[in-house]
């Protein structure tokens, strides 16, 4: 009776709690303040320059740099030429150092240093402890100034990457999103992957030419945080980068991006009893001043997860999903929208056509206000996240160096997503989705699907040759 009489109290006063229960959806909460901590900004001797924020919380050194460049500066007959350089700055050996060498001297003392290579530009990243700076900054010196490119290094990193371009084709989402791009981008840079006969012509000279191109103090941006006052940095880089010649020469960018392509479906043969789909077009540059309205649209169209129209309908409500989603892709030269989609083969024809007739409506009427500022709230309380820590904050700002944005930018964004409107957002989506100049590829087997593919226009069959 007891036990009753106890659980009864609990649910009469469960019952009275939900009473004044507040739906999170009506909570309110001040507006996020963002004022991340001011890096120094100073320029080297040798024209470099340099972000740095002290952080004394851990006894621990981050240092990265950027360089304009990367693959979309390959020439046309050595695609991959960036890539592979950037990679074999890393492992082909330094200075004095063997390959082996540098990999012993950085594992012993727990410190990492990592290269790559981006479409816009390239960039190498130091970590370590304070009390191993002058290991990890010697090595990281002998890498940008000094590097072996060691034969035998090279001769397997071309190997490599050559059996990876033999099975380019295996993965039906990596080959899908190969073709998307090689087709919205037909005749740029920015749609070029690496072939047999480009790597073939990749050679060690070539490694060593593309990097005294590209690899300058004069063309470089660097962002440091750590354990270290700024007197104590400016020796260290006076000390490890101090007859560090300058290139000059100013890097070239690619030209801009124009719509090459016809729409239609382009179709990649694959016998898989899934269909993977992906849709979308050029769309608009990384400072054009609608990307921010453009984002917050894009979230509420397929960008948000669970909260989005995509997924919301075509995942949720029709369950033909098993992944799916909208995105954009800003770039310096043009970026692309686009849409995604894993389904059943027999389901492809309808998700393709929900996919379409969604984007079509968003275009013709629209998000809703509550769409929108769900979209808003999430992008901007997310926003701060991404500058959290001062490792983050430098090298935000060196990435704004490198692509030729103004200091204070990353305030700007945020108070440009706090100004968009649901008339900025219906006006972009007018604007710039373009359903009719869509590239739609679809990976799969064509016989098991449940509609014929020029159902949604014109057919190009894709050759999956080995070149």
């Not at 540098?102 to 402890?129: E, H, P, R, T």
């Not at 990193?157 to 919205?184: C, H, V, W």
């Not at 083969?345 to 500022?373: P, Y």
């Amino acid at each position: 009776m007891k036990l009753r009489i106890v659980i009864l109290t609990l649910v009469l006063a469960a019952i009275s709690l939900s009473a004044y229960a507040v739906n999170p959806r009506d909570m309110k909460f001040p507006d996020l303040t963002f004022n991340p901590p001011e890096p120094t900004r100073f320029v080297t001797d040798n024209g470099t320059v340099v972000y740095f924020l002290e952080d004394h919380q851990l006894p621990v050194m981050s240092v990265s740099i950027m360089f304009h460049g990367g693959s979309a500066h390959d020439p046309a007959d050595k695609i991959g030429l960036a890539d592979i350089t950037a990679t074999l700055l890393r492992t082909g050996g330094a200075g004095k150092r063997s390959a082996d060498q540098v990999d012993q001297d950085l594992d012993f003392v727990g410190a990492s240093i990592n290269s790559q290579a981006a479409s816009d530009y390239l960039a190498m990243v130091m970590k370590c402890l304070k009390k191993d700076i002058d290991l990890g900054m010697g090595i990281f010196a002998d890498m940008l100034q000094h590097p072996l490119f060691d034969t035998a290094k090279v001769s397997i990193e071309l190997s490599n990457r050559k059996d990876a371009i033999r099975r380019q084709n295996d993965e039906p989402g990596m080959l899908t999103r190969r073709i998307f791009y090689e087709t919205i981008y037909t005749g740029h840079p920015y749609g070029y992957f690496p072939t047999l006969a480009s790597t073939d012509n990749i050679t060690r000279d070539a490694l060593m030419a593309c990097h005294k191109e590209y690899y300058n103090p004069d063309n470089a941006v660097m962002s440091i945080t750590g354990d270290m006052t700024l007197s104590e940095l400016k020796e260290l880089l006076n000390k490890y980068f101090g007859q560090w010649p300058k290139g000059n020469k100013a890097i070239t960018p690619p030209p801009m991006a124009t719509m090459q392509y016809k729409p239609g479906v382009y179709y990649v043969r694959k016998d898989i009893n899934q269909a993977n789909i992906r849709m979308g077009h050029l769309i608009m540059t990384d400072k054009n001043p609608d990307r921010h309205a453009m984002d917050v649209l894009n979230f509420a169209l397929g960008g948000g997860g669970f909260t989005s129209r995509l997924t919301g309908q075509i995942r949720t409500s029709a369950g033909l999903a098993y992944s799916i989603g909208s995105y954009t892709f800003y770039r310096p030269e043009m970026g692309s929208f686009f849409a995604l989609c894993q389904t059943k083969a027999e389901t492809m024809g309808q998700a393709t056509q929900m996919m379409l007739d969604i984007i079509t409506k968003v275009k013709d009427s629209g998000i809703t206000q509550e769409e929108m500022d769900m979209a808003k709230e999430s992008l901007i309380n997310s926003f701060v996240f991404n500058f959290a820590t001062p490792d983050q904050i430098v090298d935000a700002r060196a990435i704004m160096e490198i692509g030729g944005f103004p200091p204070d930018q990353m305030k700007k964004d945020l108070e440009a997503y706090k100004a968009v409107t649901l008339a900025d957002c219906n006006r972009v989506a007018a604007k710039y989705l373009e359903p009719k100049n869509m590239a739609i590829i679809v990976t799969g087997a064509k016989e098991t699907f449940d509609k014929p593919l020029d159902t949604f226009g014109p057919v190009t069959d894709v050759p999956l040759d080995i070149k």
